[in-house]
């Protein structure tokens, strides 16, 4: 079983940057589909990027593309999801998640995910 676990969060002003990392124990990641989902206050979990493992490519949000950037380190078994531009509507509390048996056309659905993360906090102040 994949454990994983989120780093990076913290508190930035809006245009600023954050890099967070997904460390994974347990199994290998570039086995998984990994994908990063966020949740605000009140709102429901959403999608905001993942590495499909299946074709390789790269899937994000409307809201995040051109900001965000997913990417992986196989060597140290950990995905990144690098965030430049943030904005105040970024502030969520951050997942990681993996599953391997994720088709490419439902990378974007958090119920597909098997293993996630406890989540790291990401405030953007105005």
């Known amino acids: 079983q994949a454990q994983l676990v989120e780093s990076g969060g913290g508190l930035v002003q809006a245009g600023g940057s954050l890099r967070l990392s997904c460390a994974a124990s347990?199994?290998?990641?570039?086995?998984?589909?990994v994908g990063w989902f966020r949740q605000a206050p009140g709102r429901e979990r959403e999608f905001v990027a993942a590495?499909?493992?299946?074709?390789?490519?790269?899937y994000y949000a409307d809201s995040v593309k051109g900001r965000f950037t997913i990417s992986r380190d196989n060597a140290k078994n950990t995905v990144y999801l690098q965030m430049n531009s943030l904005k105040p509507e970024d502030t969520a509390v951050y997942f990681c998640?993996?599953?391997?048996?994720?088709?490419?056309?439902?990378?974007?659905?958090?119920?597909?995910?098997?293993?996630w993360g406890q989540g790291t906090q990401v405030t953007v102040s105005s």
């Open positions: 347990g199994r290998t990641l570039n086995r998984y589909t």
């Open positions: 590495f499909s493992r299946n074709n390789g490519h790269t």
């Open positions: 998640a993996a599953g391997d048996r994720i088709i490419v056309g439902l990378v974007r659905s958090g119920r597909q995910y098997d293993y």
